[in-house]
């Protein structure tokens, strides 16, 4: 089966630009996670998505948002980039929160650079 | 707040070699993830282990669970260079809602 897509793989934004990014989920999945990838900082989540709720937020500023449609599909957004935005951005799928072990299904991320 | 320390956070090796990654909590995890990531690519799945002491092998990888389910470790018998790669250690955290945290992890190099 596909497995988690994500668009677009590579972007370029200037300081005080805003950016949408887009996570199509495993079909069947319902459950949607994004995180921040950087080199100094790891994987750090975000926010976590489930019918259409947002279930669980990590410590990023309010400018980074995001949501989730009826099919599962999820956007984030990210307002007035910082040049500390710059990062791998990556959408991961479940069953649903909480579900077996918690094992994620990662899609392949959306490069994100602000100059 | 549960955290998870992985080490070494570098590893340069010669093609053949053995090498064991570290990850570690001072809390208790129902489950420990191990997922692998390439350059330019998301993390892939490796093993789950989720019962204290576990043992779990997959090719040239073991993958242990500390008897008290604070701990993991990941070896790597003879490696190959395409066992370069982000190795990182991820666990349920319950305390907010089962979202998975993880550690820094550990950038492997393996030289032919």
């Known amino acids: 089966k596909a497995g988690v897509t994500q668009t677009p793989r590579y972007l370029i934004k200037t300081r005080g630009q805003q950016v949408t990014l887009s996570c199509s989920p495993i079909?069947?999945?319902?459950?949607v996670s994004w995180y921040q990838q950087t080199p100094g900082q790891g994987l750090q989540f975000l926010f976590e998505?489930?019918?259409?709720?947002?279930?669980n937020k990590g410590n990023f500023p309010g400018r980074f948002s995001g949501r989730q449609f009826s099919n599962s599909r999820s956007e984030m957004n990210v307002s007035t980039l910082e040049l500390g935005d710059s990062a791998l951005y990556l959408c991961?799928?479940?069953?649903?929160?909480?579900?077996?072990?918690?094992?994620?299904?990662f899609g392949e991320g959306s490069r994100l650079t602000v100059l | 707040t549960q955290l998870l320390e992985q080490s070494p956070q570098f590893l340069s090796i010669q093609e053949g070699e053995n090498l064991t990654v570290y990850c570690n909590s001072s809390?208790?995890?129902?489950?420990l993830q191990w997922y692998r990531q390439e350059p330019g690519e998301g993390p892939v799945l490796l093993v789950t282990?989720?019962?204290?002491?576990e043992v779990k092998k997959l090719k040239r990888l073991t993958f242990q669970f500390g008897d008290a389910r604070k701990d993991s470790s990941l070896h790597i018998t003879a490696a190959q260079p395409g066992d370069t790669g982000l190795y990182l250690c991820?666990?349920?955290?319950?305390?907010?809602?089962?979202?998975?945290?993880f550690g820094q992890g550990t950038e492997l190099s393996v030289k032919p």
């Open positions: 991961a799928s479940s069953l649903a929160p909480g579900s077996g072990t918690g094992e994620l299904f």
């Open positions: 079909s069947g999945h319902r459950s």
């Open positions: 998505y489930f019918s259409e709720t947002q279930r």
């Open positions: 809390s208790v995890f129902s489950s």
């Open positions: 282990v989720v019962t204290g002491g």
């Open positions: 991820a666990g349920p955290n319950y305390n907010q809602g089962g979202k998975l945290i």
